[in-house]
């Protein structure tokens, strides 16, 4: 299994930004789907936004047009920009793993097999 830690959760206003990242301990640009799910208190963990080793991604309608997924391979790291924030965007934030070029089901939990120890994001309105 792949080791994964996120960082740069916080607490931000409504309409603010926030960059998460999550390092990997091998190289995930080839052959693995990387996705950030997200999960708030009572509720069940969501996908938010996943990428493939070509570059496909896939996005949750709640944060089209405002979270953007993105890999920097050389520092093995999987970002999340998150722009215009909601206080439904609360919540903590999971990087995720799975073997895999095609990610079926990307964005769906079950899908992934490594998981990170999460992030908190907290946005007030």
């Known amino acids: 299994q792949v080791q994964l830690m996120e960082s740069g959760g916080g607490s931000v206003q409504a309409g603010g930004s926030l960059r998460l990242s999550c390092a990997a301990s091998?190289?995930?640009?080839?052959?693995?789907?990387m996705g950030w799910f997200r999960q708030a208190p009572g509720k069940q963990r969501e996908g938010v936004a996943a990428?493939?080793?070509?570059?496909?991604?896939w996005y949750a309608d709640s944060v089209k047009g405002r979270f953007t997924i993105s890999q920097d391979n050389a520092k093995r790291t999987l970002n999340l920009r998150m722009n215009s924030l909601k206080p439904e965007d609360s919540g903590m934030y999971y990087c995720?793993?799975?073997?895999?070029?095609?990610?079926?089901?990307?964005?769906?939990?079950?899908?992934?097999?490594?998981w990170g120890q999460g992030t908190q994001v907290t946005v007030s309105s």
């Open positions: 995720a793993a799975e073997l895999s070029i095609y990610c079926i089901r990307a964005l769906s939990p079950m899908a992934y097999n490594s």
């Open positions: 091998v190289d995930t640009s080839s052959r693995y789907c």
């Open positions: 990428m493939n080793s070509n570059g496909a991604q």
